[in-house]
């Protein structure tokens, strides 16, 4: 690139630049940022759990719940909407291997719900509608049907 390019080059970035900077530190409208709250330590000093809320026009609202292990390790975590469980729960043992699934509907368990034993073998199924147990499906630990 000849001088007269790295001329226009430099020039460029002290335009471009700043619009950058601008428009990355810009709240997009609809973006609202969390705020986490830690609810409490353990004695060594880790998080119990984390619930994040967010402004809104009626007050502060409450998102997310993430909550943790003695060892660190997430226990579980999953979100709300209008003050009830809404969407994918998870939990996980100490190991961080998954111990259930499941989906909240104003509240309500509802669909599959997936459970596993500490070994990674799926324990359970278990289907829901609007937070009823519609059937159940259960497996012992070696993988062979639950009678």
Do not use: A
């Amino acid at each position: 690139m000849g001088v007269i390019g790295e001329k226009i080059m430099k020039k460029l970035l002290v335009i471009i630049l700043p619009l950058l900077l601008i428009v990355g530190c810009s709240n997009v409208e609809g973006q609202q940022q969390l705020i986490p709250d830690i609810k409490g330590k353990y004695e060594n000093g880790n998080i119990k759990s984390i619930t994040y809320h967010k402004k809104t026009r009626n007050g502060i609202e409450k998102i997310k719940e993430e909550i943790y292990h003695e060892n660190g390790q997430k226990e579980g975590e999953g979100t709300f909407k209008d003050g009830k469980r809404e969407g994918k729960w998870s939990g996980w043992y100490e190991n961080g291997q998954k111990e259930g699934e499941g989906t909240f509907k104003d509240g309500k368990l509802e669909g599959l719900v997936t459970g596993w034993y500490e070994n990674g073998q799926k324990n359970s199924e278990q289907l829901f509608k609007d937070g009823n147990l519609i059937s159940l499906k259960e497996w012992n630990e070696d993988g062979s049907d639950k009678e």
